[in-house]
Protein backbone atom coordinates (compact mmCIF):
# COMPACT_ATOMS: atom_id res chain seq x y z
CA UNK A 1 0.00 0.00 0.00
CA UNK A 2 1.90 3.25 -1.04
CA UNK A 3 -0.37 5.65 1.31
CA UNK A 4 -1.94 6.95 -2.20
CA UNK A 5 -5.78 6.79 -1.91
CA UNK A 6 -8.16 7.11 -5.44
CA UNK A 7 -11.84 7.55 -5.43
CA UNK A 8 -13.57 5.67 -6.93
CA UNK A 9 -12.01 2.44 -7.54
CA UNK A 10 -14.38 2.14 -11.49
CA UNK A 11 -16.35 4.74 -13.02
CA UNK A 12 -18.88 3.78 -15.93
CA UNK A 13 -20.22 6.71 -17.74
CA UNK A 14 -21.56 7.64 -21.06
CA UNK A 15 -19.79 9.82 -24.06
CA UNK A 16 -20.68 13.20 -23.52
CA UNK A 17 -20.45 13.07 -19.58
CA UNK A 18 -18.27 14.59 -16.82
CA UNK A 19 -16.80 13.22 -14.49
CA UNK A 20 -14.38 13.85 -11.33
CA UNK A 21 -11.67 11.92 -10.08
CA UNK A 22 -10.27 12.10 -6.55
CA UNK A 23 -6.78 11.34 -5.06
CA UNK A 24 -5.80 12.18 -1.29
CA UNK A 25 -1.81 12.11 -1.54
CA UNK A 26 0.30 10.13 1.05
CA UNK A 27 0.27 12.24 4.38
CA UNK A 28 2.73 15.32 4.37
CA UNK A 29 3.50 15.31 0.31
CA UNK A 30 2.66 18.25 -1.41
CA UNK A 31 3.35 17.34 -5.13
CA UNK A 32 0.46 15.13 -6.79
CA UNK A 33 0.92 14.10 -10.31
CA UNK A 34 -1.74 12.61 -12.58
CA UNK A 35 -1.24 9.72 -15.13
CA UNK A 36 -3.24 8.01 -17.51
CA UNK A 37 -2.92 4.25 -18.69
CA UNK A 38 -4.09 2.69 -22.28
CA UNK A 39 -3.48 -0.25 -24.09
CA UNK A 40 -2.57 1.93 -27.16
CA UNK A 41 -0.68 4.95 -25.43
CA UNK A 42 0.58 3.60 -22.49
CA UNK A 43 1.21 5.29 -19.47
CA UNK A 44 1.42 9.16 -19.85
CA UNK A 45 2.29 12.06 -17.93
CA UNK A 46 -0.76 14.87 -17.72
CA UNK A 47 -0.06 17.00 -14.83
CA UNK A 48 1.27 17.98 -11.65
CA UNK A 49 0.83 20.13 -8.92
CA UNK A 50 2.59 21.13 -6.09
CA UNK A 51 1.36 22.57 -3.23
CA UNK A 52 -1.89 24.23 -4.80
CA UNK A 53 -0.12 25.70 -8.01
CA UNK A 54 0.34 24.01 -11.32
CA UNK A 55 4.06 22.83 -11.78
CA UNK A 56 3.94 20.76 -15.46
CA UNK A 57 1.75 19.99 -17.83
CA UNK A 58 1.64 16.69 -20.42
CA UNK A 59 -0.31 16.29 -22.89
CA UNK A 60 -3.96 16.83 -21.35
CA UNK A 61 -6.55 16.80 -23.59
CA UNK A 62 -8.32 20.74 -22.92
CA UNK A 63 -11.18 18.97 -21.96
CA UNK A 64 -9.31 17.70 -19.30
CA UNK A 65 -8.63 19.75 -16.03
CA UNK A 66 -7.40 19.40 -12.54
CA UNK A 67 -6.68 20.86 -9.27
CA UNK A 68 -5.14 20.97 -5.92
CA UNK A 69 -7.02 22.05 -2.73
CA UNK A 70 -5.63 23.46 0.52
CA UNK A 71 -5.60 20.14 1.97
CA UNK A 72 -3.57 19.07 -0.88
CA UNK A 73 -6.08 16.22 -2.03
CA UNK A 74 -6.43 16.82 -6.24
CA UNK A 75 -9.05 16.03 -8.30
CA UNK A 76 -9.28 15.19 -12.16
CA UNK A 77 -11.80 16.56 -14.23
CA UNK A 78 -12.91 14.91 -17.33
CA UNK A 79 -15.73 16.44 -19.00
CA UNK A 80 -17.13 15.88 -22.92
CA UNK A 81 -16.01 12.43 -22.53
CA UNK A 82 -15.01 10.38 -25.89
CA UNK A 83 -14.76 6.51 -25.79
CA UNK A 84 -11.02 7.00 -26.63
CA UNK A 85 -10.78 8.21 -22.46
CA UNK A 86 -11.64 4.83 -21.46
CA UNK A 87 -8.35 4.23 -19.38
CA UNK A 88 -6.89 3.70 -16.16
CA UNK A 89 -5.76 6.90 -14.52
CA UNK A 90 -3.27 7.25 -11.60
CA UNK A 91 -2.72 9.57 -8.96
CA UNK A 92 1.12 9.85 -7.99
CA UNK A 93 2.67 11.65 -4.75
CA UNK A 94 5.98 12.46 -3.75
CA UNK A 95 7.45 14.37 -0.64
CA UNK A 96 9.71 17.15 -0.80
CA UNK A 97 12.72 18.31 1.84
CA UNK A 98 13.52 21.86 1.01
CA UNK A 99 14.74 21.77 -2.77
CA UNK A 100 15.00 17.76 -2.70
CA UNK A 101 12.08 15.67 -3.93
CA UNK A 102 11.27 12.29 -3.61
CA UNK A 103 10.00 9.49 -5.44
CA UNK A 104 6.78 9.20 -7.16
CA UNK A 105 4.17 6.31 -5.35
CA UNK A 106 1.59 5.54 -7.30
CA UNK A 107 -2.21 5.28 -5.74
CA UNK A 108 -4.45 2.16 -7.22
CA UNK A 109 -5.94 3.93 -10.05
CA UNK A 110 -9.40 4.50 -11.21
CA UNK A 111 -10.50 2.67 -13.89
CA UNK A 112 -12.96 4.51 -16.19
CA UNK A 113 -14.94 3.10 -19.04
CA UNK A 114 -17.11 5.36 -21.20
CA UNK A 115 -19.80 3.91 -23.29
CA UNK B 1 13.32 13.29 -27.82
CA UNK B 2 11.36 12.89 -24.98
CA UNK B 3 10.63 9.01 -25.90
CA UNK B 4 12.05 5.88 -23.55
CA UNK B 5 11.75 2.61 -26.01
CA UNK B 6 11.98 -0.56 -23.93
CA UNK B 7 11.74 -3.82 -24.91
CA UNK B 8 11.34 -6.77 -25.19
CA UNK B 9 7.54 -6.58 -25.05
CA UNK B 10 6.86 -9.65 -23.07
CA UNK B 11 8.95 -12.19 -21.67
CA UNK B 12 9.07 -15.79 -20.38
CA UNK B 13 11.49 -17.09 -18.02
CA UNK B 14 11.81 -20.17 -16.19
CA UNK B 15 12.05 -20.17 -12.18
CA UNK B 16 15.77 -19.39 -11.11
CA UNK B 17 16.73 -18.04 -14.02
CA UNK B 18 17.63 -14.20 -14.63
CA UNK B 19 15.27 -11.63 -16.38
CA UNK B 20 16.70 -8.85 -18.34
CA UNK B 21 14.51 -6.03 -19.52
CA UNK B 22 16.10 -2.99 -21.36
CA UNK B 23 15.61 0.52 -22.62
CA UNK B 24 16.89 3.42 -24.40
CA UNK B 25 16.55 6.55 -24.11
CA UNK B 26 17.27 10.26 -26.34
CA UNK B 27 17.30 13.12 -23.93
CA UNK B 28 20.12 13.74 -22.44
CA UNK B 29 18.69 15.94 -19.78
CA UNK B 30 17.08 12.96 -18.04
CA UNK B 31 19.01 12.54 -14.84
CA UNK B 32 17.01 9.89 -12.81
CA UNK B 33 16.04 6.65 -14.36
CA UNK B 34 13.48 4.23 -11.93
CA UNK B 35 11.84 1.40 -12.65
CA UNK B 36 8.39 0.64 -11.84
CA UNK B 37 6.51 -2.93 -11.42
CA UNK B 38 2.87 -3.16 -12.07
CA UNK B 39 0.66 -6.58 -10.98
CA UNK B 40 -2.85 -6.46 -12.57
CA UNK B 41 -5.45 -4.05 -11.13
CA UNK B 42 -2.85 -2.64 -9.23
CA UNK B 43 -1.07 0.85 -9.46
CA UNK B 44 3.01 1.27 -10.34
CA UNK B 45 5.31 0.25 -7.29
CA UNK B 46 8.83 1.77 -7.30
CA UNK B 47 11.42 -1.39 -7.74
CA UNK B 48 14.43 0.36 -7.91
CA UNK B 49 16.23 3.53 -9.50
CA UNK B 50 19.50 5.01 -10.39
CA UNK B 51 21.15 8.30 -11.49
CA UNK B 52 23.75 8.51 -14.41
CA UNK B 53 26.49 9.08 -12.20
CA UNK B 54 26.84 5.24 -11.06
CA UNK B 55 27.29 2.52 -13.48
CA UNK B 56 24.97 -0.22 -11.63
CA UNK B 57 22.83 -0.27 -8.38
CA UNK B 58 21.79 -3.31 -6.68
CA UNK B 59 18.84 -4.09 -4.28
CA UNK B 60 18.09 -7.76 -3.29
CA UNK B 61 18.03 -9.50 -6.44
CA UNK B 62 17.54 -6.40 -8.67
CA UNK B 63 20.15 -4.63 -10.40
CA UNK B 64 19.78 -1.50 -12.34
CA UNK B 65 22.87 -1.80 -15.31
CA UNK B 66 23.69 2.24 -16.68
CA UNK B 67 25.48 2.79 -20.19
CA UNK B 68 25.44 6.69 -20.36
CA UNK B 69 27.20 6.94 -23.10
CA UNK B 70 24.95 4.51 -25.04
CA UNK B 71 22.45 6.06 -23.16
CA UNK B 72 20.82 2.55 -22.13
CA UNK B 73 19.68 1.18 -19.18
CA UNK B 74 18.71 -2.32 -18.26
CA UNK B 75 16.99 -4.09 -15.71
CA UNK B 76 18.11 -7.41 -14.25
CA UNK B 77 15.84 -10.04 -12.01
CA UNK B 78 18.28 -12.77 -10.67
CA UNK B 79 16.62 -16.16 -9.51
CA UNK B 80 13.16 -14.86 -11.29
CA UNK B 81 10.26 -16.11 -9.43
CA UNK B 82 6.57 -17.04 -10.02
CA UNK B 83 5.56 -14.06 -7.89
CA UNK B 84 7.92 -11.91 -9.90
CA UNK B 85 5.34 -12.08 -12.80
CA UNK B 86 4.24 -8.57 -13.66
CA UNK B 87 4.25 -5.82 -16.04
CA UNK B 88 7.49 -4.20 -15.72
CA UNK B 89 8.16 -0.41 -16.86
CA UNK B 90 11.11 1.65 -16.84
CA UNK B 91 11.11 5.17 -16.64
CA UNK B 92 12.89 8.75 -16.85
CA UNK B 93 12.68 12.31 -15.77
CA UNK B 94 14.47 15.53 -15.27
CA UNK B 95 14.90 14.98 -11.54
CA UNK B 96 13.29 13.03 -9.20
CA UNK B 97 10.29 15.36 -8.95
CA UNK B 98 9.51 16.03 -12.72
CA UNK B 99 7.28 14.27 -14.98
CA UNK B 100 7.95 10.20 -15.52
CA UNK B 101 8.36 9.53 -19.18
CA UNK B 102 7.43 5.92 -19.23
CA UNK B 103 8.50 2.91 -21.61
CA UNK B 104 5.95 0.67 -23.27
CA UNK B 105 6.12 -1.78 -20.61
CA UNK B 106 7.27 -5.72 -20.33
CA UNK B 107 4.99 -8.27 -19.31
CA UNK B 108 7.39 -10.66 -17.52
CA UNK B 109 6.10 -14.11 -16.71
CA UNK B 110 7.99 -16.56 -14.80
CA UNK B 111 7.12 -20.28 -15.20
CA UNK B 112 7.68 -22.75 -11.87
Known amino acids: DSGVTQTPKHLITATGQRVTLRCSPRSGDLSVYWYQQSLDQGLQFLIQ???????AKGNILERFSAQQFPDLHSELNLSSLELGDSALYFC??????????????FGPGTRLTVT | QQQVKQSPQSLIVQKGGISIINCAYE??????FPWYQQFPGKGPALLIA?????SEKKEGRFTISFNKSAKQFSLHIMDSQPGDSATYFC???????????FGQGTELSVKP
Open chain 2, 91 to 101: AASIGKGGKLI
Open chain 2, 50 to 54: IRPDV
Open chain 2, 27 to 32: NTAFDY
Open chain 1, 49 to 55: YYNGEER
Open chain 1, 92 to 105: ASSPQTGEVVGEQY
